[in-house]
């Protein structure tokens, strides 16, 4: 008589036995595929993509700033509403190229005479507004580009252009 209440329980101890090693088993595996899948999600986020020396090229940092300085201002006089006015200009190229400062430098002459004529053929109405001196700007640089390119340079090494000082009477 003994015997027989002993089996029972130990039909029900290996059937939870059995249910959980099976419930162990599953939650392994999901905790095993969750941790591959956050490790392939982590790759993705943080794993450096493409091609090295593109990146190298990314984190080189820009040369400093050169600048040259087209002095004396450039003094021209246009006509607005039948009155003679006169625009004085200061302006300073940059480029980060040591070579397009000494192209610069050395045709002077012919950056002051292509920006002497550029200057005198501005309206005194559009070049008072803020747009119409930065579209004079970028007239500017355009024409600095292109002496450049007529010399042998490279022209997009010429940056940018900027106006120090605008006096206009």
Known sequence: MADVPVLAPAAEDAASAGKSKKTLIIVMVLAVLLLA????????A??????????????EPPAPALYVALDPPFVVNFEADQQVRFLQVTAQLMSRDPVTIELLKTNDPVVRN??????????YSVVST????????????????????????????????YFTSFVMQ
């Open 37 to 44: 899948g956050g490790g392939v999600g982590a790759w993705f």
């Open 46 to 59: 943080f794993a450096p993509h493409g091609n090295k020396k593109h990146q190298a090229a990314k984190q």
């Open 114 to 123: 292509d920006l002497l004529m550029l200057f005198g053929g501005q309206k």
């Open 130 to 161: 803020r747009e119409g001196k930065e579209a004079l700007r970028t007239q500017t640089l355009a024409a600095v580009r292109k002496i450049v390119a007529g010399a042998g340079g490279k022209p997009e090494k010429v940056e940018a252009v």
